[in-house]
């Protein structure tokens, strides 16, 4: 069974930073895409970027393209996000996803969901 676990939520102002990381035990093997998502309160879940196993492909959503940047660990069962230039409309919980994949270059299709879930962390932005 795989477990994630996130952490490094919190509350910070406009225009801060936070990183947040997401380690992964349980895998069988280092063939995961790891992403994160978010969901803002009374808002559906959303994707924000991913990252496949060897890092050879990422992918973000428009919202974030520029700010945040995905990356995995050495380890490879470790994905950071790191959030700069944080907005007031960043204020959600964050919910790291992992799915197996052996592709190493297009991460785009998990956009729409993975297979397995932390149980999220909160990041507030105020302004």
């Known amino acids: 069974q795989v477990h994630l676990v996130e952490s490094g939520g919190g509350s910070v102002q406009a225009g801060g930073s936070l990183r947040l990381s997401c380690a992964a035990s349980g895998v069988t093997s280092s063939n995961y895409v790891m992403g994160w998502f978010r969901q803002a309160p009374g808002k559906e879940r959303e994707f924000v970027a991913d990252?496949?196993?060897?890092?050879?492909?990422?992918y973000y959503s428009d919202s974030v393209k520029g700010r945040f940047s995905i990356s995995r660990g050495n380890a490879k069962n470790t994905v950071y996000l790191q959030m700069n230039s944080l907005k007031p409309e960043d204020t959600a919980v964050y919910y790291c996803g992992a799915s197996y994949s052996e592709s190493d270059y297009d991460p785009t299709p998990y956009a729409y969901g993975m297979d397995h879930w932390g149980k999220g962390t909160l990041v507030t932005v105020s302004s």
């Open positions: 990252i496949t196993w060897g890092g050879g492909g990422v």
